[in-house]
């Protein structure tokens, strides 16, 4: 039972354009969502999150939406650069109930950012 | 110092091996983890410390042991592994709440493990 998806694996861009990663979740106790970036050979970087109490988290050229009725949340990143190309993890967690730190990982989407 | 620090990079071991994983940080985090993660799938969660103390295990197996020896150190001990454990082992640390909340994790680079 997937409970965070990413349903895309993967995303092409061009360079100075705008790249939109989604993700949808299930479990409604989730409360807290974060994005992920990840270079091979490397650990998952903490990019930005996201309180379900808000709709929308900016920070320079990355911005999370959060959609709590329909379950979605994207990530915007504009505009897109070259050193962006990753694969993108959402991931969410129940911060306030027992289970805290234990975050819940979507599948991947591989970003490429053409020049 | 944002650094989690995680030994060896790579590791191969046959099946009646004992080894040992290493995870090191400087920030005061109080809350330390372990990650798997397969090829092509998500990180999936291990075992959670909290301030020393082991606070979540998702039922992993006995031949995965860990350890938390201080605030600054997490082990994973390893012994009698099958092949199909072989995985990057990634290791985070944050901040421990009050109420437990965690905002976000920093990951190590990871531990690439083969399992002969």
């Known amino acids: 039972d997937q409970q965070v998806k990413q349903n895309s694996p993967s995303l092409s861009v061009q360079e100075g354009r705008i790249s939109i990663l989604n993700c949808d979740y299930t479990?409604?106790?989730?409360?807290?969502f974060l994005w992920y970036k990840k270079y091979p050979a490397e650990g998952p970087t903490f990019l930005i999150s996201?309180?379900?109490?808000?709709d929308k988290n900016e920070d320079g050229r990355f911005t999370v939406f959060l959609n709590k009725s329909a379950k979605h949340l994207s990530l915007h990143i504009v505009p897109s650069q070259p050193g962006d190309s990753a694969v993108y993890f959402c991931?969410?967690?129940?911060?306030?109930?027992?289970?805290?730190?234990?975050?819940?990982f979507g599948q991947g989407t591989i970003l490429t950012v053409h020049p | 110092d944002t650094e989690v620090t995680q030994t060896p990079k790579h590791l191969v071991m046959g099946m009646t091996n004992k080894k040992s994983l290493k995870c090191e940080q400087h920030?005061?985090?109080?809350?330390m983890y372990w990650y798997k993660q397969k090829a092509k799938k998500p990180p999936e969660l291990m075992f959670v410390?909290?301030?020393?103390?082991?606070?979540i295990n998702e039922s992993v197996p006995s031949r995965f042991s860990p350890e938390c020896p201080n605030s600054s150190l997490l082990n994973l001990h390893l012994h009698a592994l099958q092949p199909e454990d072989s995985a990057l082992y990634l290791c985070?640390?944050?901040?421990?709440?009050?109420?437990?909340?965690?905002?976000?994790?920093?990951f190590g680079s990871g531990t690439q493990l083969s399992v002969l």
């Open positions: 985070a640390s944050s901040q421990a709440g009050t109420g437990g909340f965690i905002e976000k994790l920093f």
């Open positions: 479990n409604s106790m989730f409360d807290y």
């Open positions: 996201i309180s379900s109490i808000k």
């Open positions: 991931a969410a967690l129940n911060a306030g109930g027992t289970s805290y730190g234990k975050l819940t």
């Open positions: 920030m005061g985090h109080r809350a």
């Open positions: 410390y909290s301030y020393e103390k082991l606070s």
